[in-house]
């Protein structure tokens, strides 16, 4: 069956609104009804030719190297909250930082309640222009048997972050900071932000400080003079090894056990980045 994108979606690979594809297969990944991955075929193969390399890793045997993948991606809490329920990646974790969940004031916790997990801790953005969401906002949500302790929030239209310690009844108190900066947000920006609003909220002292989110720049393209600022201001390090503009950093005891990766997400246009603590 033959079908036209209706929308651009990368123009200088040829994914452009108008290209007629012959639809091959429709592949769920997740529990939720709404397709993770639509493979397509083209007639001139060189449409698509950078997604299908980008892509390699999600050739199954049942797929065909030649077809294109097209992806049904959402940047709303609002618009994807069913595929972020069905995706088992997210109810093993104790902790959930979402980045750019675009949710405003008017917007119930009831409608946005995950089984499992206390209501949200939201930084909810002004609504500037009726029926459009604003670009940002952070959304924390942490399992029912965790213990939330103590929040504090900072937020500028650039760069925004949440400070969390929670209590965790087989790990004791850690301190998880979720942030997202904004690509317009200057590397001199965050640091002045982190050093005048973070550094005085953390608990140097205490040994389990996870600072993790969207920050905006690959490391492997430069920027390391980051790196060096978060361990002589905040004792950590990044683990974080695959490329991403996400980042973790840590503050432990050599003592603890972890691991961290990224994943694919077939419902958001960001990967998942994780870390998973070992019980001392």
Same mark, same amino acid.
């Given at each position: 069956m033959k079908y036209d994108l209706t929308a651009n979606i990368e123009v200088t690979d040829g $994914?452009?609104?108008?290209?007629?594809c012959e639809l091959k297969l429709i592949e769920c990944k997740t529990?939720? $009804?709404?397709?993770? *991955?639509?493979?397509?075929k083209f007639k001139d193969?060189?449409?698509g030719a950078n997604n299908r390399r980008k892509y390699a890793h999600l050739?199954?045997?049942d797929v065909d190297k030649t077809w294109t993948q097209i992806f049904d991606i959402k940047r709303s809490l609002h618009a994807y909250l069913n595929d972020l329920k069905s995706d088992p990646n997210i109810f093993d974790a104790d902790v959930i930082g979402i980045a750019e969940s675009r949710l405003i004031s008017t917007d119930e916790n009831d409608d946005f309640?995950?089984?499992?997990?206390?209501?949200?801790?939201?930084?909810?953005?002004?609504?500037?222009?009726?029926?459009?969401r604003p670009p940002h906002r952070l959304v924390l949500y942490y399992r029912t048997d965790c213990i939330l302790h103590?929040?504090?929030?900072?937020?500028?239209?650039? $760069?925004?972050?949440?400070i969390a310690d929670i209590i965790l009844s087989s790990k004791g108190l850690f301190q998880v900071v979720f942030v997202n900066k904004g690509p317009n947000c200057k590397l001199q920006e965050l640091k002045d932000a982190f050093l005048a609003d973070l550094l005085p909220g953390v608990y140097l002292?205490?040994?389990? *400080?996870? *600072?993790?989110?969207?920050f905006n720049f690959d490391l492997n393209t430069g920027n390391t003079s980051f790196l060096k600022f978060m361990r002589d201001k905040f004792c950590c390090s990044q683990i974080v090894s695959k490329a991403t503009t996400s980042l973790i950093f840590l503050n432990f005891d050599?003592?603890?056990?972890?691991?961290?990766?990224? $994943?694919?997400?077939?419902?958001?246009d960001h990967k998942v980045i994780y870390m998973a603590i070992g019980t001392q």
């Open positions: $994914l452009t609104n108008g290209s007629t529990k939720s $009804l709404r397709p993770s *991955i639509i493979w397509v193969a060189r449409i050739y199954e045997k309640y995950v089984p499992g997990f206390e209501p949200p801790v939201r930084l909810d953005q002004r609504q500037t222009y009726f029926n459009t103590n929040t504090f929030s900072y937020s500028t239209p650039t $760069l925004e972050f949440v002292r205490h040994p389990k *400080i996870i *600072i993790m989110g969207d050599s003592k603890v056990n972890y691991e961290t990766d990224v $994943l694919d997400s077939f419902w958001s």
